[in-house]
């Protein structure tokens, strides 16, 4: 064993002490002492650490209705999700294989664990398992935060997936299906007359023969932004809204709030595809809460006045430091940042 | 600065170039066995130097670091011929280990973890899958398993190892074996 692997071994086997349930201010002074023992044993576990932390980006892929709390009723399967075939992510690169790894470790494995617990899970995977030989054609694609994807589908069809997006796609010889779950996607759909190309989200639905556009789903809002063509919006049960160029829908169950953009704003909107915000004169708490959609590191107004101010300007999405050195040498704001946090106010 | 906000700082800026050094220094050692030793040292000399002074550009620090480290080594060795002798002084590193974006881009950190993930040994993925994916704790983990809480620390803790190590070689592991490849050809020069 080199002395590399001996010491990444211990720094690994205090990580994971550290990540138990048990954890001491005893054992914590030990940890301390070793890692005041040599540098070389707090790289070692930094860098372990860091791996770990960022292994929390694996949570994207939990299951959309996700057993995470165990009381899952035995009757789950909804209207809404019955309607959505591809749920189950079938040929998903990604959670497919966690489904798999479910049903997997469901069936042989060591079910020795409380049937309660067990009941629930069940229920879920159940449902999945239905609903995945159903249809296969689902595809499921997600991005992590701060990320951005751009997907070609078969019909020639482009979308871009912002930040902590995750949607399924079904093309067939007959329709094409996009199902919205979470975050943004810029739509450009190439023009087939004979196959209506459909987003759903929630209860929402836009049908459009080809045209650009953008969607964002902010729980059950969806904020519809058309670039190009036409489309047609319909939320719950109704009646159906047309949207052309510029127009900028908000719709929320049973309500669509439609407002028109100018080619500045509408420009402005769309720069997430280069990776970037434009703010036109918008509070800090609402630049705040873009930018908090890009970054682990979240951006904290900590008092109402300072999320009063007024901010303008091109910005990179990812990089909330900058923003948040700009804050403070341009408005003399107070910033204090912390691993995971950056904390501004008016005063210190 | 304190070893705790200097250990952030590490972080964020040193250990994000994983990636570049692990291919700089297998381009420019032979015996792989020992590039983590040498990973790990680089590291430790880095951290050292960061208590005294943060350089400006975090990279090219990094290496630096590690090119002084392998002509410290090569010396030791003495058993260096001429010509590794002269292929240690040209230790420059090349536009492609100074462009980080070019790798990063290439897969996704999602994919890279979730192909660390595949790539465990069923129970390890398992417990890291449970603890990762669905958020569980360590003895929830336990629970739903039906196995003890020190089985799960130690599963932690071999996860966590080759994770890193994923992460650091991820979507460069075929560059390394042509970097290695190049290396041994330009040796033959």
Same mark, same amino acid.
Request: net charge neutral; with cysteine.
């Given at each position: 064993?080199?002395?590399?692997?001996?010491?990444?071994?211990?720094?690994?086997?205090?990580?994971?002490?550290?990540?138990?349930?048990?954890?001491?201010?005893?054992?914590?002074?030990?940890?301390?002492?070793?890692?005041?023992?040599?540098?070389?044993?707090?790289?070692?576990?930094?860098?372990?650490?860091?791996?770990?932390?960022?292994?929390?980006?694996?949570?994207?892929?939990?299951?959309?209705?996700?057993?995470?709390?165990?009381?899952?009723?035995?009757?789950?399967?909804?209207?809404?999700?019955?309607?959505?075939?591809?749920?189950?992510?079938?040929?998903?690169?990604?959670?497919?294989?966690?489904?798999?790894?479910?049903?997997?470790?469901?069936?042989?494995?060591?079910?020795?664990?409380?049937?309660?617990?067990?009941?629930?899970?069940?229920?879920?995977?159940?449902?999945?398992?239905?609903?995945?030989?159903?249809?296969?054609?689902?595809?499921?694609?997600?991005?992590?935060?701060?990320?951005?994807?751009?997907?070609?589908?078969?019909?020639?069809?482009?979308?871009?997936?912002?930040?902590?997006?995750?949607?399924?796609?079904?093309?067939?010889?007959?329709?094409?299906?996009?199902?919205?779950?979470?975050?943004?996607?810029?739509?450009?759909?190439?023009?087939?007359?004979?196959?209506?190309?459909?987003?759903?989200?929630?209860?929402?639905?836009?049908?459009?023969?080809?045209?650009?556009?953008?969607?964002?789903?902010?729980?059950?809002?969806?904020?519809?932004?058309?670039?190009?063509?036409?489309?047609?919006?319909?939320?719950?049960?109704?009646?159906?809204?047309?949207?052309?160029?510029?127009?900028?829908?908000?719709?929320?169950?049973?309500?669509?709030?439609?407002?028109?953009?100018?080619?500045?704003?509408?420009?402005?909107?769309?720069?997430?595809?280069?990776?970037?915000?434009?703010?036109?004169?918008?509070?800090?708490?609402?630049?705040?809460?873009?930018?908090?959609?890009?970054?682990?590191?979240?951006?904290?107004?900590?008092?109402?006045?300072?999320?009063?101010?007024?901010?303008?300007?091109?910005?990179?999405?990812?990089?909330?430091?900058?923003?948040?050195?700009?804050?403070?040498?341009?408005?003399?704001?107070?910033?204090?940042?912390?691993?995971?946090?950056?904390?501004?106010?008016?005063?210190? | 600065?304190?070893?705790?906000?200097?250990?952030?700082?590490?972080?964020?800026?040193?250990?994000?170039?994983?990636?570049?050094?692990?291919?700089?220094?297998?381009?420019?050692?032979?015996?792989?066995?020992?590039?983590?030793?040498?990973?790990?040292?680089?590291?430790?000399?880095?951290?050292?130097?960061?208590?005294?002074?943060?350089?400006?550009?975090?990279?090219?620090?990094?290496?630096? *670091? &590690?090119?002084? %480290?392998? @002509?410290?080594?090569?010396?030791?060795?003495?058993? !260096? =011929?001429?010509?590794?002798? +002269?292929?240690?002084?040209?230790?420059?590193?090349?536009?492609?280990?100074?462009?980080?974006?070019?790798?990063?881009?290439?897969?996704?950190?999602?994919?890279?973890?979730?192909?660390?993930?595949?790539?465990?040994?069923?129970?390890?993925?398992?417990?890291?899958?449970?603890?990762?994916?669905?958020?569980?704790?360590?003895?929830? *983990? &336990?629970?739903? %398993?039906? @196995?003890?809480?020190?089985?799960?620390?130690?599963? !932690? =803790?071999?996860?966590?190892? +080759?994770?890193?190590?994923?992460?650091?070689?991820?979507?460069?592991?075929?560059?390394?074996?042509?970097?290695?490849?190049?290396?041994?050809?330009?040796?033959?020069?």
């Amino acid at each position: 064993m080199t002395q590399a692997c001996d010491i990444d071994a211990q720094a690994a086997d205090w990580l994971a002490a550290r990540d138990g349930d048990d954890w001491t201010v005893a054992r914590q002074q030990a940890l301390e002492a070793w890692l005041a023992e040599s540098t070389a044993h707090r790289v070692a576990y930094l860098r372990l650490k860091a791996a770990w932390q960022r292994a929390d980006r694996l949570q994207v892929l939990r299951p959309a209705q996700a057993p995470a709390a165990p009381a899952v009723p035995v009757s789950e399967p909804s209207s809404e999700l019955s309607s959505e075939p591809g749920r189950a992510t079938a040929n998903a690169p990604l959670s497919a294989r966690w489904v798999d790894w479910l049903r997997n470790w469901l069936s042989p494995g060591p079910v020795a664990a409380g049937m309660a617990v067990m009941a629930g899970l069940l229920a879920l995977v159940v449902g999945l398992g239905l609903r995945l030989d159903a249809a296969s054609s689902g595809q499921l694609h997600a991005t992590g935060v701060g990320e951005r994807a751009v997907l070609a589908l078969r019909d020639g069809s482009r979308l871009t997936l912002n930040t902590s997006t995750r949607l399924r796609t079904e093309i067939s010889a007959d329709q094409r299906r996009v199902w919205l779950d979470a975050g943004e996607a810029y739509f450009e759909v190439a023009h087939d007359p004979g196959r209506p190309f459909v987003v759903l989200s929630g209860n929402h639905r836009i049908t459009v023969l080809g045209t650009k556009f953008s969607v964002h789903r902010d729980g059950d809002q969806l904020r519809v932004l058309v670039v190009e063509g036409r489309v047609e919006l319909s939320s719950g049960a109704a009646a159906a809204t047309l949207l052309t160029k510029a127009d900028n829908a908000l719709a929320s169950p049973g309500l669509v709030r439609l407002s028109h953009e100018s080619a500045q704003g509408l420009d402005a909107n769309m720069r997430w595809l280069e990776g970037k915000l434009q703010f036109d004169g918008i509070t800090l708490e609402a630049a705040a809460r873009q930018f908090n959609r890009y970054n682990q590191k979240q951006l904290l107004i900590t008092d109402a006045e300072a999320g009063r101010i007024r901010i303008g300007g091109t910005f990179d999405a990812n990089n909330v430091e900058q923003f948040a050195r700009l804050l403070h040498t341009g408005f003399g704001l107070n910033v204090v940042v912390s691993n995971d946090v950056i904390r501004v106010a008016l005063k210190p | 600065m304190t070893d705790e906000e200097l250990g952030r700082w590490f972080v964020d800026q040193v250990l994000r170039v994983e990636p570049q050094l692990m291919r700089f220094l297998r381009r420019n050692w032979r015996e792989s066995d020992e590039v983590d030793d040498l990973r790990q040292e680089v590291y430790a000399r880095a951290f050292d130097h960061c208590r005294r002074s943060l350089p400006e550009s975090p990279l090219a620090f990094v290496l630096s *670091v &590690a090119k002084h %480290l392998l @002509i410290d080594r090569a010396r030791r060795k003495q058993i !260096v =011929s001429i010509e590794t002798y +002269a292929d240690i002084e040209a230790l420059e590193p090349t536009v492609d280990e100074l462009s980080p974006e070019r790798h990063q881009s290439a897969r996704s950190e999602l994919q890279l973890l979730q192909l660390a993930l595949d790539a465990l040994p069923e129970r390890c993925r398992q417990v890291v899958a449970l603890r990762k994916i669905e958020g569980l704790s360590q003895r929830e *983990v &336990a629970a739903r %398993l039906g @196995i003890t809480e020190d089985t799960v620390e130690r599963q !932690v =803790s071999k996860g966590v190892r +080759a994770l890193a190590k994923a992460l650091a070689d991820g979507g460069t592991a075929i560059s390394a074996e042509q970097a290695q490849a190049s290396a041994a050809n330009r040796r033959q020069l």
